[in-house]
């Protein structure tokens, strides 16, 4: 392989860039599977992998930087993974080297790029986004700055409604600033959360003191010789402080995709095979940079969790040493603690059309959601004090294996996996030895198996272009999702009923809506759908065990009690079990649980509404006076 | 008849086991945050959480780690603290398991 490069180049057989910890596990796996290969990692840090989602954790101090390490010391070195320092700017594909900064070359005969994701921070045009005390929080420096700054913090304004938002407001709580969370959505994490869940959410991080204030974004920053005083919100009000964060999520760094002397595909991230084989021979891409298809829909999106980074890391290792993989990337898998509660979501939980049967349950502090089609589960999505045993769940949906049984378990959460596999295993012995047949992959694992052929790349030699000149490969922007609500025909909606057979998704049509936007928002109106895109909660589809039905009340203008009216009426005592719910007014989709409107940015914390009750109403001349009168009560508090 | 998962006092019996491949999984899905070891009454020993993954499944033990596999009593402390949802203890039981294979114990 290596004869194509020039003599004179530097060269490697697997060459990995970024040690991010897809990075480092490649090269550890490829190491372990292919002893006598020379693996080298490119990277531009000048530090050793880290456990990153632990850095919250260093933020409040918990940890030290010893303790972030996420290998042992010294093991790229006991590994003899050699690391060069520099920063890979182009990929010449075709005669299969990288030139590094300086102009340098490094020829591969295997090419992982795991250049993982950067911030994408505030809009360039925002004002004030320069002054010192405006920080990204993504790199270890980052926190190192955090640290250094947070003694002379009194106020911060958090920016974003992620997951990483909410870590970020949760360590400067915990070192006694005052916390004002901005989220631009009316909602927490849209596309991962139903509305009562994100509410669940939004009311405990308000509890824990920071101020929420939704719909809102800033439009400025003001500073003063220099430094951060303040954030200027669209609703004209002055949040002073001394530290801006901004929480507004990553993008993918496809800068190399770009600098491809071959065509690399890319769109949010480098678009990947379920082999991360990317458009370009011997080119794989793994971790927050690869933009994966996720086989119950169909979309390609990168998923940038640690887990997904460590297995695609390991996947990537056995197919560049020519082994074949173990394992399979699966469903999308997210775990994590956002404030007190711990969030999962496996699978898709509210993609579903309403042909799913979807079940929800809000007992014992906890709110669970699952996506069933008849006794198989497709999605679901846990909020609560504790988390349930994640990995089981995934494996559960991944194998296809019923839920019949433990339906009524996995709805309450009181789901014992432990004792769920075990018995699984006499059942699956039993029948064994009762039978004499060895045990049979589920049918919905072949179903998986069978798309995973379908999709398999044509043997070496007929490359990849292939299989991307062939299929359209659907976007991964979320505005191609409307795709998922336009499917009309019988025959649509019955393979989209089944989770695993992809249909192809048309490109252009989808491209049409987006442009035309506000008619497609008509139409989805006209059945029933809120403008994002969501359908709205249809009868007998949902069922659910305790959460009670808001009563409806006229929704008017600045009422004193608009924001507050789903808490403040007495709700009705009575538990149902299929809730029918009337469509929204056409042209109006909203949803009438929890709505948390514009006024909400005033929204209290949870014990003291009672108080706001006989708050005045939101008629103050000037808005931002709130802010302050907000602040004393909060002090009291 | 016993009842699976039920002991014949009609307790929920916890079963510390997971399968060798479940314990590389979690290993695997292990964000290195601390927080089980923080939780962790038992710990006396200064271990980071990268090398007792690294120990729990595979390779030589080294004596920090195993001086904290048997002081581990199984309390489950660590399974709750979890971000991720992952149970230590069933991990703790594999290291275990290992160490008294190793021989480790007699020596």
Same mark, same amino acid.
């Given at each position: 392989?290596?004869?194509?490069?020039?003599?004179?180049v530097?060269?490697?057989?697997?060459?990995i860039?970024?040690?991010?910890?897809?990075?480092?596990?490649?090269?550890?796996?490829?190491?372990?599977?292919?002893?006598?290969?020379?693996?080298?990692?490119?990277?531009?840090q000048?530090?050793?992998?880290i456990?990153?989602?632990?850095?919250?954790?260093?933020?409040i101090?918990?940890?030290?930087?010893?303790?972030?390490l996420?290998?042992?010391?010294?093991?790229e070195?006991?590994?003899f993974?050699?690391?060069?320092?520099?920063?890979?700017?182009?990929?010449?594909?075709?005669?299969?080297?990288?030139?590094l900064?300086?102009?340098?070359?490094?020829?591969?005969?295997?090419?992982?790029?795991?250049?993982?994701?950067?911030?994408t921070?505030?809009?360039?045009?925002?004002?004030?986004?320069?002054?010192d005390?405006v920080?990204?929080?993504?790199?270890?420096?980052?926190?190192?700055d955090?640290?250094?700054?947070l003694?002379e913090?009194e106020?911060?304004v958090?920016i974003?409604?992620g997951?990483?938002?909410?870590?970020?407001?949760?360590?400067?709580?915990?070192?006694?600033?005052?916390v004002h969370?901005?989220?631009?959505?009316?909602?927490?994490l849209?596309?991962?959360?139903?509305?009562?869940?994100?509410?669940?959410?939004?009311?405990?991080?308000?509890?824990?003191g920071a101020?929420v204030?939704?719909?809102?974004?800033?439009?400025?920053?003001?500073?003063?010789?220099?430094?951060?005083?303040g954030?200027?919100?669209?609703?004209?009000?002055?949040?002073?402080?001394?530290?801006?964060?901004?929480?507004?999520?990553?993008?993918?760094?496809?800068?190399?995709?770009r600098?491809?002397?071959?065509?690399?595909?890319?769109?949010?991230?480098?678009?990947?095979?379920?082999h991360?084989?990317?458009?370009?021979?011997?080119?794989y891409?793994?971790?927050d940079?690869?933009?994966i298809?996720?086989?119950?829909?169909?979309?390609?999106?990168p998923?940038?969790?640690?887990?997904?980074?460590?297995?695609?890391?390991?996947?990537?290792?056995?197919l560049?040493t020519?082994?074949?993989?173990?394992e399979?990337l699966?469903?999308?898998?997210?775990?994590t603690?956002?404030?007190?509660?711990?969030?999962?979501?496996?699978?898709?939980?509210?993609q579903?059309?309403?042909?799913?049967?979807?079940?929800?349950?809000?007992?014992?502090?906890?709110?669970?959601?699952?996506?069933v089609?008849?006794?198989q589960?497709?999605?679901?999505?846990?909020?609560?004090p504790?988390q349930?045993?994640?990995?089981?769940?995934?494996?559960?949906?991944?194998?296809?294996?019923?839920?019949?049984d433990?339906?009524?378990?996995l709805?309450k959460?009181?789901f014992d996996?432990?004792?769920?596999f075990?018995?699984?295993?006499?059942?699956?012995?039993q029948?064994m030895?009762?039978?004499?047949?060895?045990?049979?992959?589920?049918?919905?694992e072949?179903?998986?198996?069978?798309?995973?052929?379908?999709?398999a790349?044509?043997?070496?030699?007929?490359?990849?272009?292939?299989?991307?000149g062939?299929?359209?490969l659907?976007?991964?922007?979320?505005?191609?999702?409307?795709?998922f609500?336009?499917?009309?025909?019988?025959?649509?909606?019955q393979?989209?009923?089944?989770?695993?057979?992809?249909a192809?998704?048309?490109?252009?049509?989808?491209?049409?809506q987006?442009?035309?936007?506000?008619a497609?928002?008509?139409?989805?109106?006209?059945?029933?759908?809120?403008?994002?895109?969501?359908?709205?909660v249809?009868?007998?589809?949902?069922?659910?065990?305790t959460l009670?039905?808001?009563?409806?009340?006229?929704?008017?203008?600045?009422?004193?009690?608009?924001?507050?009216?789903?808490?403040?009426?007495?709700?009705?005592?009575?538990?149902?079990?299929?809730?029918?719910?009337p469509?929204?007014?056409?042209?109006?989709?909203v949803?009438?649980i929890?709505?948390?409107?514009?006024?909400?940015?005033?929204?209290?914390?949870?014990?003291?509404?009672?108080?706001?009750k006989?708050?005045?109403?939101?008629?103050?001349?000037?808005s931002?006076?709130?802010?302050?009168s907000?602040?004393?009560?909060?002090?009291?508090? | 008849?016993?009842r699976?998962g039920l002991?014949?006092h009609?307790?929920?019996?916890?079963?510390?086991?997971?399968?060798?491949?479940? !314990? +590389?999984?979690?290993?695997?899905? @292990?964000?290195? &945050?601390?927080? %089980?070891?923080l939780? /962790?009454?038992?710990?006396?020993?200064?271990?980071?959480?990268?090398?007792?993954?690294?120990?729990?499944?595979?390779g030589?033990?080294?004596t920090? !780690? +195993?001086?904290?596999?048997?002081? @581990?009593?199984q &309390?489950?402390? %660590?399974?709750?603290? /979890?971000p991720?949802?992952?149970?230590?203890?069933?991990?703790?039981?594999?290291l275990?398991?290992?160490?008294?294979?190793?021989g480790?114990?007699k020596?």
């Amino acid at each position: 392989m290596t004869e194509l490069v020039a003599k004179n180049v530097d060269s490697a057989d697997l060459v990995i860039i970024g040690n991010g910890i897809a990075g480092l596990t490649a090269a550890v796996e490829a190491r372990r599977q292919a002893p006598d290969r020379r693996v080298v990692i490119i990277t531009e840090q000048s530090h050793p992998t880290i456990n990153t989602p632990a850095l919250k954790q260093f933020a409040i101090g918990k940890l030290n930087r010893e303790q972030l390490l996420a290998y042992p010391a010294g093991t790229e070195q006991a590994q003899f993974i050699h690391v060069i320092n520099a920063r890979a700017e182009e990929i010449h594909a075709q005669d299969r080297y990288i030139t590094l900064k300086g102009g340098r070359g490094f020829g591969y005969s295997e090419l992982l790029i795991a250049t993982g994701s950067a911030p994408t921070g505030l809009p360039p045009t925002l004002p004030g986004r320069d002054f010192d005390g405006v920080l990204t929080l993504h790199r270890l420096y980052d926190y190192l700055d955090l640290r250094r700054r947070l003694g002379e913090v009194e106020e911060a304004v958090v920016i974003g409604g992620g997951a990483h938002a909410i870590e970020t407001v949760m360590s400067l709580l915990y070192w006694g600033i005052r916390v004002h969370w901005l989220i631009r959505g009316d909602t927490f994490l849209p596309r991962m959360l139903d509305r009562p869940a994100s509410e669940m959410v939004l009311d405990s991080i308000e509890r824990a003191g920071a101020q929420v204030y939704t719909e809102t974004e800033a439009l400025g920053i003001v500073g003063r010789v220099g430094m951060v005083a303040g954030v200027v919100t669209n609703h004209q009000q002055l949040l002073p402080c001394q530290l801006v964060l901004v929480c507004t999520g990553t993008t993918a760094v496809t800068s190399l995709a770009r600098h491809c002397d071959l065509k690399m595909k890319h769109k949010q991230g480098i678009l990947v095979d379920e082999h991360l084989r990317t458009s370009v021979p011997h080119i794989y891409a793994a971790g927050d940079v690869a933009a994966i298809k996720d086989p119950q829909t169909g979309l390609y999106a990168p998923r940038a969790q640690w887990y997904a980074a460590v297995s695609q890391g390991r996947m990537a290792a056995s197919l560049m040493t020519g082994s074949s993989p173990t394992e399979e990337l699966g469903i999308p898998w997210h775990a994590t603690r956002l404030g007190s509660l711990s969030m999962l979501t496996v699978g898709n939980v509210l993609q579903w059309q309403d042909t799913i049967t979807t079940l929800t349950d809000s007992s014992r502090n906890s709110y669970r959601r699952m996506a069933v089609i008849d006794d198989q589960l497709v999605g679901y999505l846990s909020l609560g004090p504790s988390q349930p045993d994640s990995l089981a769940i995934k494996r559960i949906i991944e194998e296809g294996l019923s839920i019949r049984d433990i339906k009524k378990s996995l709805l309450k959460g009181t789901f014992d996996a432990r004792s769920y596999f075990s018995r699984r295993r006499t059942y699956s012995a039993q029948r064994m030895v009762t039978t004499g047949k060895l045990p049979v992959a589920d049918e919905l694992e072949k179903r998986m198996q069978a798309i995973r052929n379908r999709a398999a790349l044509p043997q070496a030699g007929r490359q990849e272009e292939q299989l991307y000149g062939t299929r359209a490969l659907p976007g991964t922007d979320p505005l191609l999702k409307a795709d998922f609500f336009e499917r009309t025909t019988d025959e649509d909606l019955q393979l989209f009923a089944d989770p695993f057979v992809t249909a192809p998704i048309d490109l252009e049509r989808a491209r049409g809506q987006r442009d035309n936007a506000a008619a497609n928002a008509n139409k989805l109106a006209e059945r029933g759908l809120t403008s994002e895109g969501v359908r709205q909660v249809k009868t007998s589809h949902i069922i659910e065990s305790t959460l009670v039905k808001a009563p409806q009340t006229p929704r008017t203008g600045r009422s004193p009690s608009g924001s507050l009216w789903s808490y403040s009426s007495p709700l009705p005592a009575v538990k149902v079990n299929s809730v029918e719910t009337p469509g929204p007014p056409a042209g109006n989709g909203v949803s009438e649980i929890g709505q948390r409107g514009r006024k909400s940015q005033f929204k209290t914390p949870a014990s003291s509404r009672e108080k706001s009750k006989q708050r005045p109403p939101d008629v103050y001349p000037s808005s931002s006076l709130w802010a302050y009168s907000e602040k004393k009560r909060m002090k009291g508090h | 008849m016993l009842r699976a998962g039920l002991s014949k006092h009609g307790k929920k019996a916890v079963s510390l086991h997971k399968t060798g491949p479940q !314990v +590389a999984q979690e290993l695997l899905a @292990c964000i290195g &945050c601390n927080e %089980c070891l923080l939780a /962790c009454p038992a710990l006396d020993e200064a271990i980071t959480i990268d090398v007792l993954n690294r120990e729990t499944y595979s390779g030589p033990i080294s004596t920090p !780690v +195993a001086h904290f596999a048997r002081s @581990c009593f199984q &309390c489950g402390a %660590c399974v709750a603290p /979890c971000p991720v949802g992952l149970s230590r203890e069933a991990m703790m039981m594999w290291l275990k398991v290992r160490l008294l294979r190793s021989g480790w114990e007699k020596s």
